[in-house]
């Protein structure tokens, strides 16, 4: 019973994190956390700024991607701060339409550069950037618009 108790606590403690719908803080230290998920499922993370012209674009073919791919998770993350831009980055975030299931995050580092870092340790800041983790960890990313085939190949991928 107790081990039972003690399984219920871990899993209410994680989801404050993916239950989606609403913005979370992000750190440095919580990427490797957020990336851990995808041990259950692919996980594909979009990085975005409330300043990007293409990021709302590249989120919205994801979102459809994600929609027929229902087995793939998706969390949004922008790179604008938390702290001074948290109503904003909520509001355009509304605008997307996103599923109630995808988890979205804003940039709580003082040093936007440490997040960055987490997130991707070889990206250099241009955006939009899709990081995806397969169930086995393996990483990959791109930046720029994604096509449906490059994220049909990274789920084939995944698959095998």
């Not at 989801?15 to 750190?27: D, F, M, N, S, V």
């Not at 950037?129 to 930046?143: N, P, Q």
């Amino acid at each position: 019973m107790k081990r039972l108790i003690a399984l219920i606590g871990v899993v209410l403690a994680s989801l404050p994190a993916w239950a989606g719908g609403e913005l979370q803080p992000l750190r440095a230290a919580d990427v490797a956390r957020l990336y851990a998920t995808a041990h259950e499922r692919p996980l594909a993370v979009e990085i975005w700024s409330l300043d990007c012209g293409y990021c709302r674009e590249n989120a919205a073919h994801l979102v459809a991607w994600q929609r027929r791919h229902p087995e793939v998770q998706l969390a949004m993350v922008a790179m604008d701060a938390y702290d001074d831009n948290g109503a904003a980055i909520s509001q355009a975030l509304a605008q997307m339409n996103l599923p109630p299931q995808v988890a979205q995050y804003a940039n709580a580092e003082p040093m936007p550069e440490r997040l960055r870092a987490a997130l991707d340790a070889g990206w250099r800041g241009e955006m939009p950037r899709t990081v995806w983790i397969g169930r086995d960890g393996a990483r990959e990313a791109r930046s720029g618009l994604l096509t449906a085939d490059v994220l049909d190949g990274w789920l084939q991928r995944a698959r095998h």
